[in-house]
């Protein structure tokens, strides 16, 4: 049975919620995994030549209390670009899934349906966002393309960087030091 089958769902427990939400992202990370995909938090992150692909699962809350919905956002980052993140949790910017195929929500309530749904989101992040995510392997093609989705703050600014030619050597060892410390936050090894 798929998720979207479903005619009916069935409320989950505030107690049970916590166990949920980490299922569902270790479920759609377990999915992504062959696609170069890692789980750090709710984030999950693959490296792409000079670029980070973000998918960020939100099922923080509010001021209110715990969340019982997720919502789906992406981003493009450059390795070079150290503010990528607003206290670490989510992308400085970016776009929800709901951006790439209208019709698709980004909003989900949490049921006790949870493992089909996570299916479910996992077959819709492969059909809709990695294929996005493909057609900006590198810097370049964020500059030749003129990414418009997922754009984080920074991003044409530091591929224009990655791009230059006989930059100086200040700047080649800042652009070091950046991408040091975001493959380090990340917890990419190259």
Not at 11 to 37: C, M, Q, Y
Request: hydrophobic share 35%; proline share 3%.
């Amino acid at each position: 049975m798929n998720w979207e089958d479903l005619k009916i769902y069935k409320l989950i427990e505030k107690a049970e919620l916590n166990n949920a939400k980490k299922s569902i992202e270790n479920i759609i990370a377990g999915k992504l995994a062959p696609f170069g995909f890692k789980k750090l938090g709710r984030k999950l992150i693959r490296k792409s030549n000079d670029l980070i692909h973000i998918i960020y699962l939100d099922s923080r809350g509010s001021w209110s209390g715990s969340s019982s919905s997720i919502n789906t956002e992406f981003a493009i980052a450059s390795v070079y670009d150290t503010d990528i993140f607003i206290k670490n949790f989510e992308p400085i910017s970016g776009s929800y899934i709901q951006d790439l195929k209208p019709g698709l929500r980004n909003f989900y309530q949490i049921t006790q349906e949870f493992d089909l749904f996570a299916d479910y989101l996992s077959r819709k992040i492969i059909e809709v966002m990695l294929p996005y995510f493909d057609q900006y392997p590198s810097s370049r093609q964020v500059l030749e393309k003129n990414v418009q989705l997922g754009e984080t703050k920074n991003l044409k600014e530091f591929c224009v960087l990655s791009n230059a030619k006989d930059l100086n050597e200040e700047i080649e060892n800042d652009l070091k030091t950046r991408k040091s410390a975001v493959l380090k936050k990340l917890k990419i090894i190259e």
